[in-house]
């Protein structure tokens, strides 16, 4: 049977995920299985709410942000724009950008692909919805998620640090240790700056061996 040849789906049929600071993230691209290039929402209920996460793009993804409802304070390259709905902002990669939402119900598309390169989906949309369904009282779903995640991604240092995460939230001690060497292994100086700071490791902060990786 041949596939279906389009899909159609509206804004609030997307699956809902927290991304903390009141971001919510509705994936698109996972959502139509979309291979040409990412694509997402990202809505914020209340003014105030972050509706896209402060980052810089450090491997070439070029970005575009489309205001579709209420609308935005862009912060890009340190300087910040007010973004009505209809609002484009396109950033270049190595730029910092985020977003914070000015009215209630505010929602951003974003749109990006690395110029010059056969686009791939980034492994952070798995790690990021494990995280979410983990979150959400959906364990079960989001271990799946984090499984097939590292499978297809063995040598990224990011799979072993959120499952390290998720065994320290989870109580299993040697678990986390086991992924967090993992990880270290991987990509240290990732790693040791963000898990010295990281409250997911809370439980485990105090065994001698997290300070003998950190």
């Given at each position: 049977?041949?596939?279906?040849?389009?899909?159609?789906?509206?804004?609030?049929?997307?699956?809902?995920l927290p991304r903390g600071e009141g971001l919510v993230w509705r994936p698109i691209r996972r959502r139509f299985g979309i291979s040409a290039f990412g694509v997402n929402a990202y809505s914020a209920a209340d003014a105030g709410d972050r509706v896209v996460e402060e980052h810089r793009e450090v491997d070439g993804h070029e970005e575009l942000y489309v205001v579709v409802a209420?609308?935005?304070?862009?912060?890009?390259?340190?300087?910040?724009?007010?973004?009505?709905?209809?609002?484009?902002?396109?950033?270049?990669?190595?730029?910092?950008?985020?977003?914070?939402?000015?009215?209630?119900?505010?929602?951003?598309?974003?749109?990006?692909?690395?110029?010059?390169?056969?686009?791939?989906?980034?492994?952070?949309?798995?790690?990021?919805?494990?995280?979410?369904?983990?979150?959400?009282?959906?364990?079960?779903?989001?271990?799946?998620?984090?499984?097939?995640?590292?499978?297809?991604?063995?040598?990224?240092?990011?799979?072993?640090?959120?499952?390290?995460?998720?065994?320290?939230?989870?109580?299993?001690?040697?678990?986390?240790?086991?992924?967090?060497?993992?990880?270290?292994?991987?990509?240290?100086?990732?790693?040791?700056?963000?898990?010295?700071?990281?409250?997911?490791?809370?439980?485990?902060?105090?065994?001698?061996?997290?300070?003998?990786?950190?």
């Amino acid at each position: 049977m041949s596939e279906q040849p389009f899909e159609i789906a509206h804004l609030d049929d997307l699956e809902r995920l927290p991304r903390g600071e009141g971001l919510v993230w509705r994936p698109i691209r996972r959502r139509f299985g979309i291979s040409a290039f990412g694509v997402n929402a990202y809505s914020a209920a209340d003014a105030g709410d972050r509706v896209v996460e402060e980052h810089r793009e450090v491997d070439g993804h070029e970005e575009l942000y489309v205001v579709v409802a209420g609308r935005a304070a862009f912060t890009v390259g340190g300087e910040e724009h007010d973004a009505p709905a209809g609002t484009l902002v396109f950033v270049r990669p190595g730029t910092r950008r985020g977003a914070i939402a000015r009215e209630p119900g505010t929602i951003v598309l974003g749109v990006g692909a690395k110029p010059g390169e056969v686009f791939e989906p980034s492994p952070w949309e798995e790690w990021a919805a494990a995280e979410a369904y983990r979150t959400l009282g959906r364990p079960d779903e989001a271990r799946a998620l984090m499984d097939a995640s590292i499978a297809a991604n063995p040598d990224a240092w990011q799979g072993y640090y959120n499952l390290a995460c998720f065994e320290s939230l989870d109580g299993r001690r040697e678990e986390a240790f086991a992924a967090l060497a993992r990880a270290v292994e991987l990509g240290p100086d990732e790693v040791r700056k963000y898990a010295a700071e990281d409250t997911d490791f809370d439980a485990i902060r105090s065994d001698p061996r997290f300070a003998e990786l950190v």
